[in-house]
């Protein structure tokens, strides 16, 4: 999945490519990413002030959730913006860290009448070599592409029960969104 501003990035073909209508960096999805989406509209309180706030309070759900699973280390990312090709090497605050690791990435759409927050938690590790090849970069990246994030598998030294997690994030989603419209 390819960010917004990527549409001309050359791929091999190699994997099937979409582009997303938010920005950020190139996102090998498959299962090991547990992603999410909240749509909302303009008028909604989180999406009065503005993306800053709106990313802010998404990241403390994620952080929140991830905290309630066992990575008590999880920390919402507060530093300047790091661009990068790829989603999960840059950051953003509003994000997910644990220590220097990114777990969590978030990306807003922004449209006239509904906001889209979007995010993927890493639950396992990836294969960050297919994202490298696919897009051309040298294989030698995925190490530190590897070494820019951490997974919840690698935090708890364990698989998740995916299913229970993904219930879990969306209960308190819900919860979030119903919460601020008090």
């Not at 090709?85 to 990114?102: N, S």
């Not at 927050?117 to 294989?139: K, Y």
């Not at 998740?160 to 969306?170: E, S």
Request: glycine letters at 10%; charged letters at 20%.
């Amino acid at each position: 999945m390819l960010g917004a501003a990527q549409r001309e990035l050359r791929t091999d073909g190699s994997l099937p490519v979409r582009v997303r209508s938010s920005g950020g960096g190139a996102v090998l999805s498959g299962p090991w990413l547990l992603r999410a989406s909240v749509v909302m509209p303009r008028s909604h309180p989180l999406a009065r002030h503005g993306p800053a706030v709106a990313a802010r309070w998404y990241g403390e759900i994620h952080c929140g959730w991830l905290q309630a699973q066992g990575i008590t280390s999880a920390a919402v990312y507060r530093g300047p913006a790091v661009d990068h090709w790829a989603c999960f090497a840059g950051r953003v605050a509003g994000e997910v860290v644990v220590g220097e690791r990114k777990i969590v990435g978030i990306a807003q759409a922004w449209r006239t009448h509904t906001v889209l927050m979007s995010s993927g938690t890493l639950i396992a590790p990836v294969p960050w070599t297919f994202l490298c090849r696919s897009v051309g970069r040298q294989p030698e990246v995925a190490s530190s592409l590897a070494a820019d994030t951490i997974d919840a598998q690698d935090c708890l030294r364990q698989p998740v029960d995916v299913r229970a997690w993904a219930d879990d994030l969306l209960r308190l989603l819900r919860a979030g969104v119903a919460r601020e419209m008090e």
